[in-house]
Each structure stands twice: as structure tokens, then as C-alpha cells.
């Protein structure tokens, strides 16, 4: 299957991929094997035998054809483990095909590992002028470029420092700006954008919005809501093969058809299984005061508010398969705040009342007696059901706020309980750039 490209178009296709196969090893002693084996052949001036699958080897994409021009757009669609990332990353060439051709034409900007080639020890502003130089740019369009990218990334106060000392959502702000400004002819993204804060990330879409229309761009996601705004085609993998291409809508309904029949196979055979019985949720994660109450100090703080959003900065009450979800607090203070450091702190806990996880950030009040940040966290260890979330305020020890916030509700394929490695990514508004607000535990 292909995607639909304009007959009318006067320069060939930006992307051509035409019968695209790559394998990979299942272990490491079967990478090793397949390694020495191309090695060999190499050494005797043989091929290698790119169409044939050894011992422990798999297809993790078989015979995909796609074709984009300027303007077009693509999504791709599939569960974990379907060649998404796999196809995106052949596509960025950071891997080959081992069977097929492709062909891609003009300027590739990749939102996938966006701070990759970003050297720590250099200034923002020099990592800024290399990126540029690698992308082809220099005299005068790379000081243009350049003023541009430091704009929108709202770091003039720290352009000139190392990179390394950047906190994490500064060097993606940055990444973004180098990898989005260059005015590139294939843009590939992995996921809807995460920088910053919901303002920012705002500010991001509407940049990727601009650009659709000169570039082809090929978007993998498990949001049917962000392929349905940003795409006009639709792709649907399922085990690295093509099993759907079409008109974004069309790709919309056919995974969503898909994933409820797959969500019937699950009810039948869970109905198969016996029934374990099932504790009910904790109000709170605190282990030593499982019925705590909320508590507020009232002396302190005048009110917190909370609500979980999509990428789009869209309040919601569930997030499909992979999506990130973010957390909005908001702490204000009354008039004149102490300025001592406030630890917020998020815990999660399963359905059987036990911890989860936790993620937490250390911030300033500001002069305007308020603190506002942003928990961007990955869903993507979380298993499928009810999660019940407890923030915590505290300062020098002492707690300022405790209290049970909207659950997390999580509706994907993995049924696994148990703690993970709470993956979350914390930002703050700092309404005055010259005092860094925030360190992040």
C-alpha cells in the first residue's frame, strides 16, 4: 500500500520508500552471530543475505511502501512493538534497510531524540551556530537563523552559558528551536511535542502548523486526535506490516475498530480466568496514614489547583496508549511569601492501594506569590485502570499541603501491576528569566 500523492506535483516525491524490510536479533549472542557473519561475507566480497531471517531474527517492518510531497502529511498508527519508531528512525537515517530502497530529498528535520549532536560544553549560542553549519546555513541566514532560534526558545538570559548547565526543558526549548527554524523540506516526529510548559507547547503546534504546508511530514503517534489535526494520511502497522493506508479519518476509524475488537478478545478471555478478589483503592499513597485528609495551612497558602491535560494543553479525565499526560499546580501564596524552597511532590498508587511511583520538583514562590508548574509524565509503564494520585506541598520539612487530586486513568493493553520507574518531566513558569526558579530532584 501507498499514500495518495498529487499527480499534478512538479518535483518528484520528498520521501520514496519503496518495499522496505529491517530486521532485527532477538538476542544479543544472536546480534553477535549475525554481525560476525556479515563481517565474513564482507571480507570475501559477498552480499549479505539481507533477505533471509537467521536464528532468533524477526521483520520488525516487511515490505512498506510510502510516498510524500511537499505539503503532505502522514501519521502512523499502531499498538507498542508495531515498526512505528522502527520506520521513523530508517526514515531519519539512523538505520539501514536491509532490503528495499529509499530515497529521501531536501532538508531532514527530525523531532525524535531532539537534543542528539548538542555538545555540553559549548555555549547555547555556539551549539545554535553548529547546528546551523551542519544544516547548511551560514554568513548572514545563520545570524538570522540564529536570532530566530534564540527568540523563540525564551532563552536570551542564558544563551551564552554551557549547555550543560541547561535544565532539562531549556535544552529541549533549544533542541526544538535548531531542529524546527531551518526551514526544512522533511519534517519527522516521534509523538507530539513535550517542551516545556503548556504555553510553550502551544507555541511549538502552531510553529509545526505553519510549516505543513512546504513540507512533507511524517508524524508517529497513538493519539487518533493529534493524526486526525495534524495529518491528511493515515497509516496503521500491525507486527511491521502495512495493514491500512488512507485518508486520516479513515486510518482514525480502522484503528479505533481494531483496538475495540482487540479489547473484546481481552474482556472474553478475561472472563475465562477466575476472579481474584481485589482490595479497593487507597484514599492517599501515605503508607503511615492510609484516610489522611486533606490538609491545608491555611496561614500560608491561599489555594491549590489542579488539573490533568493533554499535549494540546486540553483538560482531561483519560489518556490512551503511550500518551503523555500532564499535570498542571498551581500554588498560590499569600501577599509577601517566604521565599524558601517548595517541594511539590506526586504520588501515585495502584488499584490494590499500593505506591506506585513518585516525581517531584523544588521551586520559589514568586514576587507575585504564586507557583505554577507542570508534571509532564510518560504513561507509558503504567498498566491499564485507576490510579490515585496524592499531592504534597513541603517546605523545610513541614507540609503545607497534602491532599488526593483527580485521578489518573489509564485505558491501553498492559494489565501488569506492580512499582515501576515513575518517568516524568517537571517545568515551572518563571516569570523573571534572570533568577532560575527551580531545581529538579
Not at 538505520?95 to 529509499?102: K, N, Q, V, Y
Request: hydrophobic share 40%; aromatic share 6%.
Amino acid at each position: 500500500m501507498t499514500t495518495a500523492r498529487a499527480m499534478t506535483a512538479m518535483e518528484p516525491p520528498l520521501i520514496e520508500l519503496d518495499n522496505g524490510w529491517k530486521k532485527f536479533s532477538r538476542t544479543v549472542s544472536s546480534n553477535r552471530k549475525r554481525l560476525s557473519r556479515a563481517i565474513v561475507r564482507s571480507a570475501f566480497g559477498l552480499r549479505p543475505n539481507s533477505g533471509l531471517l537467521s536464528e532468533d531474527e524477526y521483520w520488525a517492518i516487511e515490505g512498506i511502501h510510502l510516498s510524500l510531497d511537499r505539503g503532505q502529511s502522514v501519521g502512523l498508527l499502531g499498538r507498542n512493538g508495531a515498526g512505528k519508531s522502527t520506520l521513523l528512525q530508517i526514515l531519519a537515517g539512523h538505520m539501514d534497510l536491509d532490503h528495499g530502497a529509499l530515497n529521501m530529498r531536501g532538508r531532514v528535520a527530525e523531532l525524535i531524540n531532539l537534543t542528539a549532536g548538542f555538545q555540553p560544553l559549548l555555549s547555547g549560542r555556539e551549539n545554535i551556530e553548529l547546528g546551523c553549519q551542519l544544516r547548511g546555513l551560514s554568513g548572514h541566514e545563520l545570524k538570522r537563523r540564529a536570532d530566530e532560534m534564540i527568540d523563540f526558545a525564551e532563552l536570551e538570559a542564558f544563551i551564552d552559558a554551557p549547555f550543560v548547565t541547561y535544565s532539562l526543558g531549556m535544552k529541549m526549548r533549544l533542541a526544538f528551536a535548531v531542529n524546527i527554524l531551518t526551514d526544512p523540506d522533511i519534517l519527522l516526529i516521534d509523538e507530539v511535542i513535550g517542551v516545556g510548559d503548556v504555553r510553550f507547547r502551544q507555541k511549538c503546534l502552531a510553529q509545526m502548523e505553519r510549516m505543513r504546508h512546504r513540507c512533507a511530514i511524517v508524524l508517529c503517534t497513538h493519539s487518533t486526535g493529534t493524526l486526525s489535526q495534524f495529518c491528511e494520511f493515515g497509516v496503521i502497522l500491525d507486527q511491521g506490516k502495512m495493514t491500512f493506508a488512507g485518508a486520516a479519518q479513515d486510518a482514525v476509524q480502522a484503528y479505533l475498530e481494531l483496538k475495540e475488537d482487540a479489547e473484546k478478545k481481552k474482556a472474553e478471555a478475561r472472563q475465562k480466568k477466575p476472579k481474584e478478589p481485589v482490595a479497593p483503592p487507597a484514599v492517599l499513597a501515605d503508607k503511615e496514614d492510609e484516610q489522611a485528609h486533606v490538609y491545608k495551612d491555611e496561614n500560608i497558602l491561599r489555594d491549590v489547583t489542579t488539573v490533568w491535560c493533554n499535549q494540546l494543553g486540553e483538560p482531561v479525565s483519560t489518556f490512551e496508549e503511550s500518551e503523555v499526560a500532564i499535570l498542571t499546580v498551581r500554588a498560590d501564596f499569600h501577599p509577601n511569601p517566604s521565599r524558601e524552597l517548595v517541594r511539590f511532590v506526586v504520588y501515585l498508587t495502584d488499584r490494590d492501594g499500593n505506591r506506585v511511583g513518585h516525581s517531584s520538583i523544588r521551586a520559589r514562590p514568586s514576587i507575585r506569590a504564586f507557583i505554577e508548574a507542570d508534571l509532564s509524565l510518560d504513561t507509558t509503564p503504567l498498566a491499564n485502570g485507576h490510579y490515585n494520585v496524592e499531592l504534597r506541598l513541603i517546605r523545610e520539612g513541614e507540609t503545607l499541603y497534602r491532599a488526593a487530586i483527580p485521578p489518573l486513568l489509564i485505558n491501553r493493553d498492559k494489565e501488569s501491576w506492580g512499582p515501576i520507574a515513575l518517568r516524568g518531566e517537571w517545568s515551572v513558569r518563571r516569570p523573571h528569566r534572570n533568577k532560575p526558579a527551580a531545581t529538579q530532584d
